[in-house]
């Protein structure tokens, strides 16, 4: 910026008549469509509707190094949409052309280049040590203070008469104003340049694939759970936001954290019933929209740029605790709360782009640095339950049920991972001993024809190696399992995994399961549709208690497996264990 430039600006500020803001919510980006990048953001409701967006090219040099580039910005004049409210998400999109280019894109894209080499155990949280430098832009809005809506009067057009330099000014004045703030003030509202266009999927460099993160279960924080101080030193975080304060040091101030571009949330992103019914509203808006518009404007939105992507699978705190059709109940036995959850949480979904489905249609399937994923609806989709029915209700549709073998056959050799909320292994011990006493299980051997169809259509597509990924239990573990024939077929057995979350918070001991509930080690046959009969041996559960969240790094060679928790401050999860990634022989 030039001497002359500066002092206008300066000058400026003092008599500002637009005020710059970052969105209230992280913005989202997906990958680019006819030469434009979908964004996914929400703006400040305090603040209504902006008049004008901001583009600001600047660099992420990790941690909270952030430089504005010597290169102009770019103003566009803001059109509300037809319906909807500020502070409801907002999804736009910017032109490919108007990013600019970032220093470490090569042939695979915009990935950074990290440096994997040292041991997670290693890692220290240093900003200073920065080892990304990603290009973007920074998206604002910017909005009329009061005294300029004073002047614009009921016409509205005081601003628009302004000349191009006096503008102009005014931009950089609200600008320097806003920049002149610590970056977690604004930081969110970065969004790093896209992949070339033709380029293949972005992966970090050597051998490492994919990292990513499994989260689930975030009950709200209330009024005298402020953390002030926590974006620059998680310990400062109370109960409620330790988790996620922690979840934002690993992965914006550690190597293998930047390494990170995923996050999976296994259900209960929000508790639309957090106080059991006895102070929850009874509007749709403020039990749904609100939840999500509150959490995403949490700590979750500081989230670094190498994050790239985040997928939720809606389950039963999304509607009400342990939701599933019941007989006699409203609106179709779904009761009165079912539709517009389901909308919501289809209104309110990570994706920037478009996905094909709609709230009757959850699950879904993707794609992301050489690993598959299917995101089952393990809740919207269940049948009533009775004593008469037990064994043949349904947990999930026999559309998904085809949709997830059709996916298994499409993606042998490669590693693969199903998110489900609901636990599929181990089963209750309860269960284990009685069959029927599947009535009082919330997970899937509450199903148990589901979980044979879902081990069913393992077996049949021998889908070894594949990975459970779930939350909703309150508690973190693992264990490893295998399915075999019983007839003495002369075939491998089929070996799986699976990995359950604990709560990122979870303050009510009684929602937790005790590790004593799961049983584990067990064995049970059951026979598939197909017509064979099967047993399935799940061995030991590796219990990790306390709230937190899981690391999953895959490899060539394997899955790693972290579990962070509360405790004393570290600067990685602990308790590694690792198996093979996938039978690469399909």
Wanted: hydrophobic share 40%; charged share 25%; glycine share 10%.
């Amino acid at each position: 910026m030039s001497g002359a430039r500066h002092r206008t600006a300066r000058t400026a500020i003092s008599g500002l008549l637009i005020g710059a803001e970052a969105p209230g919510h992280r913005v989202e980006r997906a990958a680019p469509v006819n030469g434009r990048v979908p964004l996914l953001t929400a703006l400040r409701p305090e603040r209504g509707w902006p008049h004008w967006l901001l583009w600001v090219p600047m660099r992420w040099r990790g941690g909270w190094d952030y430089e504005r580039l010597p290169l102009p910005w770019r103003l566009e004049a803001f059109v509300p949409p037809g319906i909807g409210r500020p502070g409801e998400p907002w999804r736009g999109a910017v032109d490919v052309e108007h990013f600019p280019a970032s220093p470490s894109q090569g042939p695979t894209g915009g990935a950074p280049v990290l440096d994997l080499d040292s041991d997670i155990d290693n890692d220290v949280d240093n900003d200073n040590d920065n080892n990304v430098d990603l290009s973007g832009l920074l998206f604002l809005a910017l909005y009329l203070e009061p005294r300029a809506l004073a002047m614009e009067g009921a016409h509205r057009g005081v601003m628009h008469e302004l000349g191009k330099d006096e503008l102009q000014a005014q931009v950089e004045g609200a600008l320097e104003q806003l920049l002149v703030l610590p970056p977690h003030c604004w930081a969110h509202g970065f969004v790093p340049s896209p992949d070339a266009p033709d380029a293949p999927d972005a992966s970090v460099s050597g051998d490492v694939d994919l990292c990513f993160v499994l989260a689930a279960c975030q009950y709200p924080p209330g009024l005298l759970d402020v953390s002030p101080g926590w974006e620059l030193d998680a310990d400062e975080a109370g109960p409620a936001l330790a988790s996620l304060a922690r979840l934002h040091r690993f992965t914006r101030s550690t190597a293998r954290g930047q390494a990170c571009s995923l996050v999976l949330f296994a259900g209960d992103q929000i508790y639309a019933d957090a106080s059991g019914g006895l102070a929850d509203s009874r509007s749709g808006v403020e039990r749904y929209g609100r939840a999500y518009g509150e959490f995403k404007a949490g700590p979750i939105r500081l989230l670094p740029p190498t994050v790239e992507r985040l997928v939720h699978a809606p389950d039963d705190h999304e509607i009400v605790d342990n939701w599933e059709p019941t007989p006699g109940a409203s609106h179709g036995g779904k009761g009165p709360w079912f539709d517009v959850a389901r909308q919501a949480a289809w209104d309110h979904r990570w994706e920037a782009g478009a996905r094909v489905g709609g709230p009757g249609l959850m699950w879904h399937e993707f794609d992301w640095r050489g690993a598959a994923f299917f995101i089952a609806d393990a809740r919207g989709e269940r049948e009533a339950r009775r004593v008469a029915n037990w064994s043949t209700a349904r947990l999930w549709s026999i559309a998904q049920r085809d949709a997830f073998e059709d996916w298994l056959g499409r993606t042998r050799g490669r590693p693969r991972f199903l998110l489900s909320g609901s636990l599929p292994l181990p089963r209750r011990r309860a269960t284990a001993e009685h069959s029927a006493s599947c009535l009082r299980s919330d997970a899937w051997d509450g199903y148990p024809h589901s979980l044979h169809e879902l081990l069913g259509a393992i077996w049949r597509q021998r889908a070894t190696g594949l990975v459970f990924l779930s939350g909703d239990e309150h508690r973190s573990g693992w264990l490893s399992a295998r399915i075999e024939a019983v007839d003495g077929e002369d075939r491998a057995p089929v070996q799986l995994h699976s990995v359950h979350s604990s709560a990122l918070y979870a303050p009510w001991p009684f929602a937790v399961t005790a590790a004593e509930e799961l049983a584990a080690p067990d064995a049970f046959e059951f026979v598939e549709p197909g017509g064979r009969r099967l047993r399935c041996v799940v061995g030991a559960w590796h219990d990790h208690p306390g709230d937190g969240f899981a690391v999953l790094r895959v490899s060539q060679g394997g899955v790693d497996l972290w579990f962070d928790r509360a405790g004393p401050a570290r600067a990685a999860p602990d308790g590694r264990l690792s198996w093979p990634a996938c039978d690469t022989a399909g």
